[in-house]
C-alpha cells in the first residue's frame, strides 16, 4: 500500500475514533441540562440521581473526545500539509472561530460542571451545564461549516492555486451546510437516546428498580421515537442536496451506472467497478426515481459519466459508499421500528414494568447510533472521493510525502491504542451501570434547589 | 486593515506573538499537570488520588492552549504547520499517544474498577512521560533546525530528559502550594530533586542555540544588544537562587509563601521562553522559513484576528474564574 492509502486509513481511522465521542457528548450535554432543569423544577431527586449517574459517562466522553481531537489537529500537518497550504484561508478562521468559541468554552466550564456542584451556587452549576453543551454545539457548527465547506466550496478564488476567500457569508452558508448540520445533531441526539435507553434498560434486566432508572429509560425511549422520523426527513433532504452539488455520490450510494430515467431502487447489490455492474441484485422498480426526482420516469445520474475520455476515474469506489450507506439506513429502520414499539410499550406496561424482550432490544441497541453516524460519515466522506475539496484539490494532491512505513507503523499504533480504549470504555459504562445497580451510593449530598449551597466558595474571605 | 501600516507586516508579527503566548501558556499549565503525573510513582498510595484531585478541573482546558497554538501555527503559518510537523512526525506520534493515555486514564482510575485502578495510575505516568519526553525531544530537534542528524538527535535526547525532570519541577512547585501536611513536604522534596533539570535544560539550550546558527550568535552577542539582554540571563540567576535558598526554607508557618516557588518557576520558564522567542524571531522554520513568507492571506488573518480580540479576553476571564472557584488546597474530587 502507498502512502496516500495509508493515509487515508489513518486520518479515517482517527477521525472514526474522535467522532465517537462528540457524537455521546453533543447531545449528552444538553440531556444533563435537561435533568438538572427537572431537578430544579420539581425537587424530585430522582433526576439528580440521573444527572449523577450520566455526567460521569459525560467526564469519560469528554476527556476522549478532547485527547483524539488534539490528534486531528496535528494530522493536517503530518499527513495533508497540502491542505492547509491549498485553503487555508478559508479553513484556518473556521477552525481558529472553533478553538476560540467553543474548545475554550466547553473545557473550562467542564470543570465547574462536574466538580463544582458543590462549590458553587445551583444556578452556576445550571449555567455551566449550559455552556459546555452550547459549547459542543458550536464546535460541531464550525466544524461541520469547513465539512460542508469541502463538499460544496463557495464564496472563494483561486490566485496562483491557493484558495482566497471572497465572501465569508457564502462560505459559512454554502449549500450544504443546513442539512448536514441538522443531519448531524440529529444523529448526536439519536446515539444519546439510544444510549441512555439502553443502558438504562440494562440496569432495569440486572434488576434496578430505581426511579431514576424508569424516568432515564422513558426519556430515552421517547425521544428517540421522535428523533427518528425527523432524522428520516432530513436525511432525505440531505440526498436531495447532494444529488444537485455531487450527484456521483449519489450514483455511488445509489448503485446507479448509467444516467437513465425509471431507475430502480437498489436494496441488495454487489457492485462491481472493474465490469461496471452489479451483481446478485434485487430492487424495487422505479424507486431510485421516485425517492431522487419524485417520479417514475425521473432522470438519475449514473456513474459511466463521471470516468474520462482517458479512463481515469471520478467517482468513488462504489462498493464502500454503496455498502456504509445501506448499513446506515438499516441502522436507522431499525431505530425507527424499535423506538416506535418502545413508546407502544411504554403506554402499554409503563416504564417499571416494561417484559424482558423489549429491554432486552434496547440494551443491544445501546451503541446503535455509533453504528449509524460511522456509517453516514463514511458514505459522505468517501463519496466525495477523489476530491478533498471538491473541485478544487484532490486528495492525492495533499498528501505529505512521508515514507509509507512510517504511515504504516504509527497506523498500527493508533490502532492498538484505539481498540483497547474503546473496549475500556464501553467496559466501565457496563461497569458504572452494574455498580449502580446494586445500590452503591452515586452521591451521598442533599443538592439544594437553588439559592444557597452548603460550601459557599464563592464568598471570599470564608 | 492599514491602521499599523502594512497588514502583510503587522499581521504575521501579531499572530506569532499570539501563537507564541499560546505556547508559552501551554508550558507553564500543562508542564505543571504533565508534571503531577510524572510525580504519580514517587507518591505514596493514598497520596495518589489527591495528586489527581489537584490538576482536576484544570487539565482540559489546560490542553485546550496546545489545541489553540497548533491551530494558530497551522491558520496563520500553513506552510510552516506542513514542515514542521512532517519533520516531527514520529515524535508527534509519540505525543499524541501519551496524551491520549493520560487524559483517558485520568478518566478510568476513578470509574473503572478497583483493582484496576494501579493499572491505569500506570498509564497516567506513562502517559505524562511520553508526552514529556516528545514535547522536549521536539525542542531540542527545533533549535538543532529540524534536520535529522546523529548529534542532533542526541541534542534532542538530553532536552527529553531536561524537559521531563523540568515539567516534573513545576509540578511538584504546584503540588507545594495546592497541598499540606505530609504531602507537602514530600513535594518539597521532589522540587528539589527536579531543579537540576530545569536548569540543564535552560542551560543547554542558551548555550547550544547560538552556536546552531551564526545568525542568533550575532544577535546574541554584539554590542549594544547584548546589553540589552544582559537582564534576562541575571534574572534567570537570581530566580534560580531565590527558588534554591526558598525550598531548602518550606515549608513556613501557615502556609506563607506556599505559592511562591510556582511563581518562581513561571517567571523562569517565562524568561527562558522569552530568549528562545528572540533567537528565532523572524523565523518560524529555524533559518528555513520566516513568519512573513508563510503567513496566510491578510484577509484571512483579519476575519481571525477579529474574533480573537473578542474570545480571547473571555477566554481569560473565564479561565482565571475557573482556578479561583478550585483555589485553595486540593481536595477530594466529587461529582456531587
Known sequence: MDTLLLSRIQFGANISFHILFPTITIALGWMLLFFKLRFSATGDRKWMDAYMFWVKVFALSFAMGVVSGITMSFQFGTNWPGFMETVGNVAGPLLAYEIMTAFFLEAVFLGIMLFGASKVKSWVHTLATFLVAFGTTMSTFWIIVLNSWMHTPQGYELIDGVVHATNWFEIVFNPSMPYRFVHMMLASGLTVAFLIAGISALRMLWGDKGEDVKSALRVGIIAAAGLIPLQILAGDMHGLNTLEYQPAKVAAMEGNWETRSNVPLVLFAIPDQENRTNHFEISIPNGASYILKHKADGVVPGLNDFVEEDGTIMHPRVSAVFFSFRIMIGTGVAMLLLSWAGVVMLRKYGAGNMPKLPLIAFSAMSFSGWIATLAG???????????????????KDAVSDVPAGMVLSTL??????????????????????????????LTSRQYPRGGTTDVPVLQPGK | MDFFGDPAVWLPWTFASLMGLSILIYVVLDGFDLGVGLLMPLAEDDEKDRLVASIGPFWDANETWLVLAIGLLLVAFPPAHGLILTALYLPVFIMLVGLILRGVSFEMRAKAPIAQKPLWNGAFFAGSLMASLSQGFMLGMYVMGLTWTLPHVGFALLTAVFLTVGYSFI????????????LQLHSVRWAKGGMWGLI???????????????????????????????????LSGVLVVFLWIQLRRMPFENDRYSWTPFAAATALFTLAYTGMAYSFYPYVVPDKLTIYESASAPESLFIILLGTLFVLPAIIGYTVLSYYIFRGKAMELRYD
Do not use: C, H, N
Open chain 2, 200 to 234: 540543564l535544560g535552560i542551560g543547554s539550550i542558551s548555550l547550544a542555540t547560538p552556536f546552531v546558527s551564526t545568525r542568533i550568535f550575532d544577535k546574541w552577542f554584539s554590542f549594544p544588544e547584548i546589553l540589552y539582554l544582559s537582564p534576562l540571563p541575571i
Open chain 1, 377 to 395: 460519515w463514511y458514505t459522505t466522506e468517501i463519496g466525495r472521493q477523489p476530491w478533498l475539496v471538491q473541485g478544487v484539490l484532490s486528495t
Open chain 1, 412 to 441: 498500527i499504533g493508533y490502532l492498538v491504542i484505539y481498540a483497547s480504549l474503546i473496549i475500556a470504555y464501553m467496559g466501565v459504562i457496563t461497569y458504572l451501570a452494574r455498580r449502580a445497580t446494586r445500590g452503591e451510593p
Open chain 2, 171 to 182: 509540578g511538584a512547585v504546584w503540588l507545594i502550594w495546592k497541598t499540606d501536611g505530609a
